[in-house]
């Protein structure tokens, strides 16, 4: 009996990203210029299946503050629309459906302040520890600090 092959599996966003990327191009025509399976990849890559077409524009908008270039001066039309995503969905405005690039991003920025906390953490250590060794020397100024310290205790003088 012959092997069957596999057929790929189809990533998720395949089911609602091409429906997106129609309705795309009827409120930015200038994403029509951008090969169609790309768009639709992009799309589904950085969004998820709760967006509309108007709700993407809006927020875009919304947070750019400005409308986007209109179609006569976008000249190369997929870099513009992963600029115009990566513009909307970095920030720190909560986008107003789930975005994967969103979320991407907040983790990055999580995973950022992580290393930047171990490394100060393992800076103060290294000090601690280099203090440390330097108080517990024969001739250190801890022990003669401790001596005196403790002389006076006794009354000495």
Do not use: C, I, N
């Amino acid at each position: 009996m012959p092997k069957q092959r596999r057929r790929p599996r189809r990533p998720a966003w395949a089911a609602w990203a091409p429906d997106l990327a129609r309705d795309l191009v009827k409120l930015w025509p200038w994403v029509a210029d951008a090969p169609r399976a790309r768009v639709v990849a992009t799309l589904g890559a950085r969004l998820g299946p709760q967006w509309t077409a108007a709700a993407l524009v809006a927020w875009a908008q919304h947070v750019r503050g400005r409308r986007p270039l209109d179609a006569h001066k976008v000249r190369v039309a997929l870099p513009y629309l992963l600029t115009l995503l990566d513009e909307a969905f970095t920030g720190v405005d909560e986008p107003p459906a789930p975005a994967r690039l969103h979320d991407e991003r907040r983790r990055q920025l999580v995973d950022d302040e992580r290393a930047e906390m171990r490394a100060a953490q393992a800076a103060w250590r290294a000090h601690l520890d280099e203090r440390d060794q330097a108080a517990a020397g024969p001739d250190s100024p801890g022990r003669a600090a401790a001596r005196a310290a403790a002389a006076r205790a006794r009354g000495d003088r």
